[in-house]
Nanobody, 124 residues
């Protein structure tokens, strides 16, 4: 398994942007599919975005398509989530996750390693 450490989130205004990063330990990062999930207060954890091992395939929940971009730099063992045009409903704790398979899935229970989570708050 890999160890995952997310960057600090933050407070942004509606319409603003924020980039999250997630640094992974281990030499096999490039063989993992990576995902971002979020959990708002009182709600279940939900899938946000995922990327396959090479970065050649990405997947997003419908509510963020066209506004969020997931990417990865295998040389730096890092995955990113660029969030643009943020809305108040994006307020949540965001988690980075790693899956010991090369292809993506939206299912949280298919990911083997999780970061500690980082708070993102979008003010209206």
């Amino acid at each position: 398994q890999v160890q995952l450490v997310e960057s600090r989130g933050g407070l942004v205004q509606t319409g603003g942007s924020l980039r999250l990063s997630c640094a992974a330990s281990g030499r096999t990062f490039s063989s993992y599919a990576m995902g971002w999930f979020r959990q708002a207060p009182g709600k279940e954890r939900e899938f946000v975005a995922a990327i396959n091992w090479s970065g050649g395939y990405t997947d997003y929940v419908d509510s963020v398509k066209g506004r969020f971009t997931i990417s990865r730099d295998n040389a730096k063992n890092t995955v990113y989530l660029q969030m643009n045009s943020l809305k108040p409903e994006a307020t949540a704790v965001y988690y980075c996750a790693a899956r010991q398979q090369s292809y993506t899935t939206t299912r949280a229970n298919a990911y083997n390693s999780w970061g500690q989570g980082t708070q993102v708050t979008v003010s209206s």
